[in-house]
């Protein structure tokens, strides 16, 4: 063998075995990346995918809101001349006594709806400041999100909490599992202070129904009307019951 044969097997040999160790090196590397990279990309479609869920979920509360709040911008803007055409009508039809009466009524009635619904918002939003305050103190997932689900959903009476908690509950498992019996403890106790002491502390004076009236209004208006019956369940029978007694009064003068 010459000394130039033995150099460059020699010299292949070493390369080879440098090439083999590179490669070798190289695969955990090169593993580590596609790894941290694929990694990247399902935390990035998760998050994607929990954004738009997010956004969907406050899409159907503006949507299911939205012709609420056009109607009432409508009744603002219209309410004088509303008003006055009611009247004319009233005063062509009725007689004076029957129309004395009429608007007596509807004077009642709206001071009964404008208190429930004044009473409820302000009971709903004191409970979603609360529930968020409480939620970013224990850093617990998607606060304001729960919060203003909470607060709305507190809005229809009885029922309400248990509508909000379902859905809030299941985010709170998804992003947190072990703050799932936390918030459910949390929610909990909420719904006993709204319904203990502040919700009637607001709303005793201008309701003035008690807990069985209550809940056969909601049970009945909704059986009737589904989830705007629990709405309007409660002053409608607030108002059938202020109706009933005053007339009751009135005979038992006389």
Do not use: H, Q, W
């Given at each position: 063998l010459s000394i130039t044969g033995v150099v460059s097997g020699t010299t292949d040999a070493a390369a080879l075995k440098a090439a083999k160790l590179a490669i070798s090196g190289c695969i955990p590397v090169v593993g580590s990346i596609l790894s941290d990279a694929?990694?990247?990309?399902?935390?990035?479609?998760?998050?994607?995918?929990?954004?738009?869920?997010?956004?969907?979920?406050?899409?159907?509360?503006?949507?299911?809101?939205?012709?609420?709040?056009?109607?009432?911008?409508?009744?603002?803007?219209?309410?004088?001349?509303?008003?006055?055409q009611i009247k004319k009508l009233s005063v062509s039809i009725l007689s004076e006594s029957a129309y004395k009466k009429a608007a007596h009524y509807a004077v009642l009635t709206d001071r009964t709806f404008g208190g429930f619904i004044t009473g409820k918002l302000l009971d709903s939003l004191i409970i979603g400041i609360l529930c968020f305050i409480l939620m970013s103190i224990f850093r617990m997932p998607y606060a304001p999100l729960i919060s203003l689900i909470i607060g709305i959903t507190n809005v229809i009476p009885f029922f309400g909490p248990f509508i909000g908690a379902i859905p809030s509950t299941f985010f709170v498992f998804i992003a947190e599992p072990k703050m799932t019996l936390w918030f459910m403890l949390m929610v909990f106790l909420l719904q006993q202070l709204d319904g203990n002491v502040i919700g009637p502390k607001i709303l005793g004076d201008f309701i003035g129904l008690s807990p069985l009236w209550v809940i056969v209004s909601i049970t009945v208006m909704g059986g009737l009307l589904g989830v705007y019956g629990m709405f309007l369940g409660v002053p409608t029978f607030a108002v059938i019951y202020a109706v009933i007694k005053e007339l009751t009064e009135k005979s038992l003068a006389v």
């Open positions: 694929s990694e990247s990309i399902l935390v990035s479609a998760g998050i994607m995918k929990n954004a738009a869920g997010i956004y969907g979920i406050l899409a159907f509360i503006a949507i299911s809101i939205l012709p609420f709040l056009k109607i009432s911008v409508y009744f603002l803007l219209f309410k004088e001349n509303l008003l006055a």
